[in-house]
């Protein structure tokens, strides 16, 4: 028993980390190859090991011998021995499978166009070969344990081989995308410098392998407002090489262009934008997920994949990668061959599917703590405020007997949410707030009472632009968005969002929301929901708020608009916010 040892064990293969112990920070280090975080509260974080974390770590050169013992170096109590043994069964299932390129004896080279796959076992090769579902994937080669299959189908067999249990050692090379002359610029075109912080380079080299192992491939999982962009575009100067970013809106869409404009010595003319308005397609090219998803027929073929193919790409990034739409995955799997880097806050999906994610873009390779960086002063200090609101009693009865979803819908719409938002915005002068809702008759009613501008997903793309720069300029102090503002879009001094209403249970939502006021700024930032008490929606904004007490965050309970005090701006926040102010061109 170690006693000051920062972590414990569990039975259930769940590790504590004490964030006190003295060596909190050394142990977190450890574990990151091998265990995922899955809750970072103030005092206690939450790591588990599951067959995945291991598989990835022995993908990226990880033993479990390395896992045993970094256990055991920091755990307070002695270890499970049903753990250890887990560990060391779990990890023996990788390699056993192993992908290879397809050398035809007497070929000069291998076959460009199939791979095989291959195993030392008989039992795995029959149980493979039994596979009905595998079987139109897999063709077997002669007697000596391998299959050869389509190089198209690599992505593909790599996912249906992880649902039965079996991860596949991929020891295909990737390939070397053409060259681009790009490099970081050490002052921003505004003349003020750039640098580039300490996390984003960490992230950096744990996708390349600058600094321990790396592989080219995963995903990197930082808080909204953290800078991912940068990490993106860190990428690409280090790589050199013809780059696809994908990304969930034409707003980020040029978010992206003007971020590596600015922060690069690239050219205006060698950055292309493929989207509903503009078909370019440049040595870097920023794309929506929507225009690739987008056919003429239902059943019909998606024309705007041919992006993927159209040049030779180095580098594929996958911004708010949590959202990839099933199409986009389909081609995914295709594309094993391309560097590909996955950039969110959260990869909670309310569908189940972060598998896709992990098996067709690539593990994770970077996590950092939300309220760590909001610590260190690179993110907002931030307040969670639910406010209960009575239902209206013109809408009791109707609410009584509605339908699950009308009942969600009732109490989202709640009219007495209306006058509370008015207050709010009226209570709190100083601050730049983001109303946000899911209701578009509610949200125009709000808009059109404070004569305050909209954006929906019907707003002409360069209205958006113009509006959401007038916000940043400070012309605009309030601004209503629906739920297209969710994601990938940088508005720095917003530091109030009031939800009005959301996505029923949706944590991913609930994480992205929050993440529009998380700029780092003089004040602390607030996030307050507005929830109908004794509804339906108190159980869906409890669902809501796990993710966010996950990483920390408490919310607080009020009734009452005088519950909520003025904004305090401590000195200890001012302090934080100048030891990063240097970095704050780069969110």
Not at 151 to 173: M, Q
Not at 196 to 206: F, N, P, T
Not at 243 to 270: M, P, R, Y
Request: proline share 5%.
């Amino acid at each position: 028993m170690q006693n000051s040892a920062p972590l414990i064990v569990q039975g259930d293969r769940t590790l504590l980390l004490d964030v006190h112990a003295p060596l909190a920070d050394e142990c977190r280090c450890a574990l990151i190859p091998f265990a995922e975080l899955e809750r970072s509260p103030e005092h206690l974080h939450t790591y588990r090991l599951s067959p995945l974390s291991l598989w990835n770590a022995a993908g990226a050169g990880f033993t479990p011998d390395y896992a045993v013992d970094v256990l055991k170096k920091y755990s307070r109590f002695d270890i499970p021995q049903s753990v250890s043994t887990w560990i060391y069964e779990t990890a023996a299932r990788f390699g056993k499978i192993r992908l290879v390129p397809d050398s035809v004896q007497g070929a000069a080279k291998p076959a460009e166009d199939s791979l095989i796959l291959q195993t030392d076992s008989l039992a795995v090769f029959r149980e493979l070969e039994a596979n009905k579902k595998l079987a139109k994937y897999l063709t077997p080669v002669g007697e000596n344990l391998r299959f050869r299959l389509s190089l198209t189908d690599r992505g593909t067999i790599k996912e249906e081989l992880l649902k039965t249990g079996w991860p596949v050692k991929d020891e295909v090379p990737l390939k070397e995308g053409e060259f681009l002359d790009i490099h970081m610029r050490e002052k921003t075109l505004s003349g003020k410098d750039f640098i580039v912080r300490r996390y984003q380079k960490e992230a950096a080299e744990a996708f390349l392998g600058d600094c321990g192992p790396g592989t080219g491939f995963g995903t990197l999982v930082l808080p909204c407002g953290s800078g991912k962009t940068i990490i993106g575009i860190l990428l690409m100067a280090k790589l050199r090489t013809n780059t696809l970013i994908v990304t969930a809106n034409i707003s980020s869409v040029h978010q992206w262009i003007d971020e590596i404009i600015d922060k690069t010595d690239l050219s205006a003319e060698k950055i292309g934008e493929y989207s509903g308005e503009k078909k370019e397609i440049r040595p870097v090219t920023a794309a929506t997920y929507q225009v690739l998803t987008r056919r003429p027929e239902k059943d019909g073929p998606y024309p705007h994949f041919k992006l993927f193919r159209e040049r030779n790409w180095g580098l594929i990034i996958y911004d708010e990668v949590h959202l990839l739409p099933a199409p986009v995955f389909r081609v995914t799997a295709e594309l094993q061959a391309v560097r590909r880097a996955g950039l969110t806050a959260t990869l909670v999906r309310e569908d189940g599917c972060e598998g896709l994610v992990f098996s067709l873009v690539g593990p994770k390779r970077y996590d950092v703590p939300w309220k760590e960086l909001e610590t260190s002063g690179w993110i907002a200090d931030a307040e969670c405020i639910e406010f209960r609101v009575d239902l209206d009693k013109g809408k009791e009865l109707e609410y009584a007997v509605a339908s699950v979803r009308q009942k969600h819908r009732i109490a989202g719409e709640n009219p007495l949410k209306v006058p509370l938002v008015l207050d709010l915005v009226k209570r709190f002068p100083d601050d730049r707030i983001l109303i946000i809702g899911q209701y578009l008759n509610q949200l125009f009613e709000i808009a059109g009472l404070l004569n305050i501008p909209i954006i929906t997903g019907k707003t002409p793309i360069r209205e958006r632009d113009m509006i959401y720069n007038d916000f940043r300029q400070g012309k605009l102090r309030v601004l209503a968005v629906s739920k297209v503002a969710n994601f990938a879009i940088d508005l720095p001094d917003a530091s109030m969002a009031i939800q009005i209403s959301g996505t029923f249970g949706s944590r991913q939502e609930e994480a992205q929301r929050l993440g529009r006021i998380l700029r780092p700024k003089n004040r602390t930032a607030r996030f307050i929901t507005l929830i109908t008490a004794d509804t339906q929606e108190e159980e869906y904004g409890s669902n809501r708020q796990q993710f966010l007490a996950e990483q920390g965050y408490s919310y607080r309970l009020v009734r009452r608009i005088e519950e909520i005090p003025d904004c305090d701006n401590t000195n200890e926040s001012s302090e934080k916010l100048n030891g990063a102010e240097t970095a704050r061109g780069t969110v």
